[in-house]
T-cell receptor, first 111, second 113 residues
């Protein structure tokens, strides 16, 4: 039981490049979330999903897209990376009992 | 939408002393309030949570109190130990169909040996 995993762990992009971050969970959770964490700003919700095939915007969705084609996976895409998207990205999942389980994070640097 | 403010941003205490971190929220419909601990370089992990139908919850050395009227809740850590050093985040949500959390900005707690 791996819990929540994220791929990749680290990535460096040039401005304008695109990439996809993968989140996978093996707990059969309905809900999945993508956050970004910046110094002094806590965790901010980017997008979330309440079930397979659904997505919704969070607090800071601009510049990101998501897809949830399979229940266990939640993908976060950056179509044209900007330096302002340099951050640590965390994925999380939860069932019907509130607690969110976080993945180990992806450290992204955009130069 | 919901807004959560957290204070202080940093807190330094002597080992064995108590630490208190406070959060306020704006949405009176919020009814679930978790606290997460994040050690350096690690992922956030839930340490305690409280729902709006109770005013206090304890788990060994940690406790959370909730004042719905004033819309604030607090984390209390007693008999602090060096391993309590970490960043603590409060969060709030209205439990509906999404369970999405709005986090405070975090408190860096340092416990001095």
């Amino acid at each position: 039981n791996a819990g929540v995993t994220q791929t990749p762990k680290f990535r460096v992009l040039k401005t304008g490049q695109s990439m996809t971050l993968l989140c996978a969970q093996d707990m059969n959770h309905e809900y999945m979330y993508w956050y970004r964490q910046d110094p002094g700003m806590g965790l901010r919700l980017i997008h979330y999903s309440v079930g397979e095939g659904t997505t919704a915007k969070g607090e800071v969705p601009d510049g990101y897209n998501v897809s949830r084609l399979k229940k266990q996976n939640f993908l976060l895409g950056l179509e044209s990376a900007a330096p302002s998207q340099t951050s640590v990205y965390f994925c999380a999942s939860s069932g019907h009992y509130y607690e969110q389980y976080f993945g180990p994070g992806t450290r992204l640097t955009v130069t | 939408g919901e807004n959560v403010e957290q204070h202080p941003s940093t807190l330094s205490v002597q080992e064995g002393d108590s630490a208190v971190i406070k959060c306020t929220y704006s949405d009176s419909a919020s009814n679930y309030f978790p606290w997460y601990k994040q050690e350096l370089g690690k992922r956030p992990q839930l340490i305690i949570d409280i729902r709006s139908n109770v005013g206090e919850k304890k788990d060994q050395r940690i406790a959370v109190t909730l004042n719905k009227t004033a819309k604030h809740f607090s984390l209390h850590i007693t008999e602090t130990q060096p391993e309590d050093s970490a960043v603590y985040f409060c969060a709030a949500t209205r439990v509906d169909s999404s369970y999405k959390l709005i986090f405070g900005s975090g408190t860096r707690l340092l416990v001095r040996p």
